[in-house]
C-alpha cells in the first residue's frame, strides 16, 4: 500500500494537453486511469485553433461519468506558441506532471516526437509522461 500512496503523491494534479489527436486522446486515457487509482486531479487544456469546438465535445464524451476534470482553453498570441502557452500553465498552476501526446496531428508520420511534445519535455518544470 506504501508504493500506491506515494506514486498518488507525485500525480496529485495533472495537465494534459490534448489537440484532437489520436496520440493526445491516448495520453487522456492514461490520466483517467491515475486520477481512478491515485485521485489525481486532471486539468485538460487545449490551445485554441482550428478544430476547438470538436477538441471540446471529444473530451466531454470521454470524460464525462468517469473522472472529474477541469477544461481551460489557452490561446497562443503573435507573440508565443502553443509549447509557450502549455509551459506558462505549467509553471503557474503548479502541476505535479504533464501527460502529453508524443506528436500531434502534424502531416509527417514519420516523426516520432513533434514539436509541442520535445519543447515541453525539454523545458517543463515537473514529470513530463510522453505516450506515442
Request: glycine letters at 8%.
Amino acid at each position: 500500500m506504501e508504493s500506491s500512496y506515494r506514486v498518488s503523491f507525485w500525480l496529485r494534479k495533472v495537465l494534459v494537453p490534448v489537440d484532437g489527436s489520436e496520440n493526445g486522446f491516448r495520453a487522456l486515457e492514461l490520466a483517467v486511469d491515475f486520477a481512478k487509482r491515485y485521485g489525481s486531479k486532471i486539468t485538460v487544456v487545449h490551445v485554441k485553433g482550428e478544430g476547438t469546438d470538436e477538441v471540446r465535445k471529444s473530451v466531454q464524451s470521454k470524460l464525462e461519468r468517469k473522472v472529474d476534470y477541469e477544461f481551460k482553453l489557452l490561446e497562443a498570441g503573435t507573440d508565443s506558441s502553443v509549447p509557450n502557452e502549455i509551459l506558462k500553465e505549467l509553471y503557474d498552476g503548479s502541476y505535479d506532471a504533464v501527460i502529453l501526446g508524443a506528436r500531434g496531428t502534424s502531416i509527417n508520420q514519420e516523426l516520432n516526437i513533434g514539436s509541442t511534445a520535445l519543447a515541453i519535455a525539454a523545458n517543463s518544470p515537473t514529470t513530463v509522461i510522453i505516450v506515442r
